[in-house]
């Protein structure tokens, strides 16, 4: 099928499509679908923020961001009843079906401690799958190593898995209005 450039040298339609005849689209369609763009690490971590604010959210937690990146916690995640500070990390790829969250920024030999952060969130994007990983647990350890979708190996983190309910029962803002 013959393309033409216009004028400024951007593709147009077909000239079938020009001079009104009939556009097969159905040939397009079959195409093989591309896959997607491989991000760098500071914007994967930035899709990652973006769905702990979403599902932190749709949870009824409220959500806040500190201003800059100075701190070393990403949100501030209030439950009506206490405010947690939560770093979140992103796992995107796995070695031998396991993902590893480290507790640490960039610099390895700075972990994170309860000073710093109460909760470290990680993300396993491909399974769609939270870990909510209090700080304490990395007293003695410096990662993590999750295995969401193996049957036949279990990590012990497990129990971590989507446990929301560390952060108590989010106060819903609705429930103000019963004093009316």
Same mark, same amino acid.
């Given at each position: 099928? /013959?393309? %033409? #450039?216009?004028?400024?040298?951007?593709?147009?339609?077909?000239?079938?499509?020009r001079e009104g005849g009939d556009f097969?689209?159905?040939?397009? /369609?079959? %195409? #093989?679908?591309?896959?997607p763009p491989v991000l760098p690490t500071k914007r994967r971590g930035e899709v990652a923020e973006a769905a702990f604010l979403h599902k932190a959210a749709s949870l009824g937690f409220s959500v806040s961001k500190p201003w800059g990146e100075s701190d070393r916690y990403d949100f501030i995640l209030d439950s009506?009843?206490?405010?947690?500070r939560v770093q979140v990390k992103s796992a995107h790829s796995s070695a031998l079906h396991?993902?590893?969250?480290?507790?640490?920024?960039?610099v390895p030999s700075r972990r994170y401690t309860p000073r710093d952060i109460d909760?470290?969130?990680?993300?396993?994007?491909?399974?769609?799958?939270?870990?909510v990983l209090p700080i304490a647990l990395f007293s003695a350890i410096t990662a993590v190593k999750v295995f969401p979708s193996s049957k036949r190996r279990m990590s012990?983190?497990?129990?971590?898995?989507?446990?929301?309910?560390?952060?108590?029962?989010?106060r819903i803002a609705s429930a103000v209005t019963e004093d009316k």
């Open positions: 099928m /013959e393309n %033409s #450039k216009d004028l400024q040298g951007a593709p147009s339609f077909p000239r079938s499509v097969d689209f159905s040939a397009q /369609e079959q %195409s #093989k679908p591309k896959s009506g009843d206490h405010c947690w396991g993902y590893s969250f480290r507790a640490c920024g960039n909760f470290l969130v990680g993300y396993v994007v491909p399974d769609n799958v939270w870990y012990r983190y497990e129990l971590y898995r989507e446990a929301w309910h560390y952060f108590g029962e989010p």
